[in-house]
Structures are given as C-alpha cells and as structure tokens.
Nanobody
Framework: VQLQASGGGLVQAGGSLRLSCVAS?????ISWYRQAPGKQRELVAA???????NYADSVKGRFTISRDNAKNTVYLQMNSLKPEDTAVYYC??????????WGQGTLVTVSS
C-alpha cells in the first residue's frame, strides 16, 4: 500500500485546512501524526475501518478525522488552527495484514 498525503499550506491563526491521505489499497486504520521542528512526532488523530476515532487532547473539538472507504481516503479537517499546530503532518496506515506504511509529510504552517 502506498499513501499520498496532501492539503497542507499556510494559513492564519483561526483558519482551517483539510488534509487528505489517499491509499492505493484497502486499509484497516489510518492515523495522522505531526512533527514540529525540534519535537518528537506525535499522534494527532486516528480512525479505524469501522469508524472508531481517537484524538490527541490538544486537537479535540478542533480537528475531525473521517474516511471514505470507497475511495481509500482519510481526511483531517482542521479548524481553529493555532500557531502551535505548525508541523509536518504525516499519515500512517495499518493494512488488514498488519503492515504499517507511512506517507510523505505535508507541511502545515499557521501564522499568528
């Protein structure tokens, strides 16, 4: 399975962006991680094939993860963005045979 992430960009604080992660095949779950300069990569949100979701406390109420199984695509809607959300965002998939794959990162920059 290959992953293609997109949707990053520059936005002002309070603005919104939607990230997309397209998989080349069926996936069990997809997670979004982010890594800010000088910091460790952290989990942002995750969703299973059944629609169960999980969010980091720092994004609850602002970010929404969703998926379109027919398109093998997962979205991360990011609202009320803050400068501290600035990071490279990565999607990671777990396939139905438990293989893990990372997509390339997409940069999100939130200006104050």
């Amino acid at each position: 399975v290959q992953l293609q992430a997109s949707g990053g960009g520059l936005v002002q604080a309070g603005g919104s962006l939607r990230l997309s992660c397209v998989a080349s095949g069926p996936i069990f779950s997809i997670s979004w991680y982010r890594q800010a300069p000088g910091k460790q990569r952290e989990l942002v949100a995750a969703i299973t094939s059944g629609g169960m979701t999980n969010y980091a406390d720092s994004v609850k109420g602002r970010f929404t993860i969703s998926r379109d199984n027919a398109k093998n695509t997962v979205y991360l809607q990011m609202n009320s963005l803050k400068p501290e959300d600035t990071a490279v965002y990565y999607c990671k998939a777990v396939t139905f045979n438990a293989a893990q794959k990372w997509g390339q990162g997409t940069l999100v920059t939130v200006s104050s």
